[in-house]
Antibody
Framework: QVQLVQSGAEVKKPGASVKVSCKAS????????MHWIRQAPGQGLEWMGI????????LYAPKFQGRVTVTRDTSTSTVYMDLSRLRYEDTAVYYC????????????WGQGTLVTVSS | DIQMTQSPSSLSASVGDRVTITCRAS??????LNWYQQKPGKAPKLLIY???NLQSDVPSRFSGSGSGTDFTLTISSLQPEDFATYYC????????FGQGTKVDIE
């Protein structure tokens, strides 16, 4: 069965960086795009970026351009999201989500990783 | 950027009620519209993709309709497990979500 398992919660200071991992299993890793989406406490969902695990091509939301980097390791079927220059407002749950296919919906999600930015 | 506006932001309903949530896009997105259900502390769950296609294992009381800029999610007979927050999401250009609609018990 398809599973996306994310790394554990993180606490970071303002200005630091955080790297969250998402390990995929149960399907051919390079066949499906992977996205990162975040959700601040009590708020809605915010799309951050996408990676094509086959080509390593990425696309980021303008809001995060220059601060976010999404990478992948095909040998371990893992996608990573690196967010730099953290601010208090980056405190959120970060999700990875697999794109279903043509149409762009997200059919499988990771369990979420809470990143807390605190001094 | 394509903006997605959901209405209402919240609603109260009873078990058995018919519930309708609307989502409007700031420009035409054809049928590149998806709906999700999210319960507290959980990841969102895909309900409807391509505006009207029911995701596998999703109960048939959920349905979606619309094209262009106006879309609707309907729950034909609300069940206790349906109390949650619902989000629309466009996938025509990049990806954006609506602000969510919280469905709670009346």
């Amino acid at each position: 069965q398809v599973q996306l398992v994310q790394s554990g919660a993180e606490v970071k200071k303002p200005g630091a960086s955080v790297k969250v991992s998402c390990k995929a299993s149960g399907y051919t890793f390079t066949t499906y795009y992977m996205h990162w989406i975040r959700q601040a406490p009590g708020q809605g969902l915010e799309w951050m970026g996408i990676i094509n695990p086959n080509t390593d091509i990425t696309l980021y939301a303008p809001k995060f351009q220059g601060r976010v980097t999404v990478t992948r390791d095909t040998s371990t079927s893992t996608v990573y999201m690196d967010l730099s220059r953290l601010r208090y407002e980056d405190t959120a749950v970060y999700y990875c989500a697999r794109e279903k296919g043509p149409g762009g919906s997200f059919d499988y999600w990771g369990q979420g990783t809470l990143v807390t930015v605190s001094s | 950027d394509i903006q997605m506006t959901q209405s209402p932001s919240s609603l109260s309903a009873s078990v058995g009620d018919r519930v309708t949530i609307t989502c409007r896009a700031s420009q035409s997105i054809y049928t590149y519209l998806n709906w999700y259900q999210q319960k507290p502390g959980k990841a969102p769950k895909l309900l409807i993709y391509g505006a009207s296609n029911l995701q596998s294992d999703v109960p048939s009381r959920f349905s979606g309709s619309g094209s262009g800029t106006d879309f609707t999610l309907t729950i034909s007979s609300l069940q206790p497990e349906d109390f949650a927050t619902y989000y629309c999401q466009q996938s025509h250009t990049s990806r954006t979500f609506g602000q969510g609609t919280k469905v709670d018990i009346e």
